[in-house]
């Protein structure tokens, strides 16, 4: 009975690590507003009070330090910004650098009188405790 039970979860384990493969996270973001966030960003549109508009809280210095703090494959988190910008930010892979945690993401974006753009970032844990962009 054991044994079964390991398989079935080693075929799940299986089934979610493929479909992680082949949806990125903007298919797994079910918040209406990230995706339409994603959409402008792939149908390269301007951010157009877009980000005004969104029920994200305000993202700070601290708040960014917990989520790179906290983050594993898979976390995800929706921002705005104190210059009127917003976000969504998924992690891609963590894995440890020379001082600590490092943190690779994709995030998707818009900015005020700018065009909405996706990118990867990647901050690695520096000998003072702060996340520096690599």
Same mark, same amino acid.
């Given at each position: 009975?054991?044994?079964?039970?390991?398989?079935?979860?080693?075929?799940?384990?299986?089934?979610?690590?493929?479909?992680?493969?082949?949806?990125?996270?903007?298919?797994?973001?079910?918040?209406?507003? %990230?995706?339409?966030?994603?959409?402008? %960003?792939?149908?390269?549109?301007?951010?157009? $009070?877009?980000?005004?508009?969104?029920?994200?809280?305000?993202?700070?210095?601290?708040?960014?330090?917990?989520?790179?703090?906290?983050?594993?494959?898979?976390?995800?988190?929706?921002?705005?910004?104190?210059?009127?910008?917003?976000?969504?930010?998924? %992690?891609?892979?963590?894995?440890?650098?020379?001082? $600590?945690?490092? %943190?690779?993401?994709?995030?998707?974006?818009?900015?005020?009188?700018?065009?909405?753009?996706?990118?990867?970032?990647?901050?690695?844990?520096?000998?003072? $405790?702060?996340?520096?962009?690599?």
């Amino acid at each position: 009975m054991q044994s079964s039970n390991r398989g079935r979860i080693h075929a799940v384990a299986m089934a979610a690590a493929l479909a992680a493969l082949t949806t990125g996270g903007a298919a797994r973001a079910q918040d209406p507003t %990230v995706r339409e966030l994603i959409r402008k %960003v792939e149908a390269n549109e301007q951010e157009g $009070g877009f980000c005004a508009s969104v029920p994200w809280r305000i993202s700070t210095a601290e708040s960014e330090h917990l989520f790179l703090e906290n983050a594993a494959v898979g976390t995800a988190e929706a921002a705005r910004f104190e210059g009127g910008q917003c976000s969504y930010t998924y %992690v891609t892979q963590v894995y440890p650098g020379p001082s $600590g945690k490092c %943190v690779r993401y994709t995030w998707w974006a818009c900015g005020p009188g700018k065009t909405c753009a996706t990118g990867e970032s990647l901050y690695c844990k520096s000998p003072s $405790g702060e996340y520096e962009r690599q």
